[in-house]
Structures are given as structure tokens and as C-alpha cells.
């Protein structure tokens, strides 16, 4: 009976601790993926674009581009749209062939079909490149991140996901 009883107090303790690690590094995101529909929306009709993204983040708009950058960690997500007549290329192998993107792979992206160049240096920083064709634009995505920062990196994935092209 003694020993059912260690047996059962051991169990109990052991399913405490592992509640206890499993939560300690749970902290309060405001901007974790389940926070999208409080985001804002970024509209480009030039290029054809919405996406979305954390308000609290600034956004920095050219003719080609828009950043959205946490100013915080200094992490930063990019699109740019380019035209492919300008570039001289007509699909997305001849424009990874001319201007190479190592380590990447052909994909598929939110149903397009895709090119994506996923890096980390396990000292410092985490980056995603990818690119799509739709008509004559080139878009291209992509983010960096301090490691440090894991938050951001689901963040930037769900801005970069969050995309609709028109």
C-alpha cells in the first residue's frame, strides 16, 4: 500500500514538473498567429497586393517595396514586386538561374509555385527568401530575424503567409 501510494505521489509530481517546463517559457504575444485578425492591412493596388501585419510595427513603403520592422528587436519582413519584362525573364527558373539563391529549393507558396532560400547562423540571424511569378511580377519575400527573437520569426512567417495577390 506504502508503495502505491510513493507510486501515485511520484506521477503526480512528475506530471507538475513537466506542466511547470512546459509553461515557463509561455509569455504574453501580442503578435503570435492566432492575433491576425488584429492586424492591420497593408493594400499596394500598384502591384496588386494585401497583406497583413502587426500595427504595432512600422511599415516603409518605395514604389517597389514596403518593410514592416519591429523596432523593438530590429527585425524586418520585405515584399518586393518586380517587373519580369524588366528583368528579362519570363518564368522564375531563368530568374533563379541569373541571379542564383543558394541553398533554396522550388516549393510551392500560397499556390503559386515557388523558389525558397531558408538560412540560419547559429550565432546571429534567421532569414527566409522566397519567390513567385503571377503574370509579369516578380514577388519577392523574404525577412530576417535575431535568433534570439522566436517570436518574430512566427510573426514574419504569418505576414509573408498572409499575402493575397490580386
Known amino acids: 500500500?506504502?508503495?502505491k501510494k510513493s507510486v501515485t505521489t511520484f506521477c503526480v509530481l512528475c506530471v507538475l514538473a513537466c506542466a511547470?517546463?512546459?509553461t515557463s517559457g509561455?509569455?504574453?504575444d501580442t503578435n503570435s498567429n492566432s492575433d491576425i485578425e488584429n492586424y492591420a492591412t497593408y493594400s499596394d493596388s500598384e502591384n496588386g497586393f494585401t497583406v497583413k501585419y502587426p500595427a504595432t510595427w512600422e511599415k516603409m513603403e518605395t514604389t517597389s517595396r514596403v518593410t514592416f520592422k519591429n523596432n523593438e528587436t530590429?527585425?524586418?519582413a520585405n515584399i518586393a514586386v518586380l517587373s519580369m519584362s524588366s528583368l528579362g525573364a519570363t518564368s522564375l527558373e531563368e530568374v533563379v538561374d541569373s541571379y542564383g539563391?543558394?541553398?533554396g529549393k522550388y516549393t510551392t507558396f500560397n499556390g503559386y509555385e515557388a523558389y525558397e532560400a531558408i538560412a540560419s547562423d547559429p550565432s546571429d540571424i534567421d532569414t527566409r527568401d522566397i519567390l513567385f511569378?503571377?503574370?509579369d511580377r516578380l514577388f519577392i519575400l523574404g525577412y530576417i530575424s535575431y535568433l534570439e527573437n522566436?517570436?518574430?520569426v512566427e510573426t514574419m512567417n504569418t505576414i509573408l503567409e498572409s499575402i493575397e495577390v490580386q
Open 1 to 3: 500500500m506504502k508503495t
Open 101 to 103: 539563391a543558394p541553398g
Open 74 to 76: 530590429n527585425a524586418f
Open 20 to 22: 511547470v517546463v512546459m
Open 133 to 135: 511569378v503571377e503574370g
Open 26 to 28: 509561455c509569455t504574453d
Open 150 to 152: 522566436k517570436n518574430d
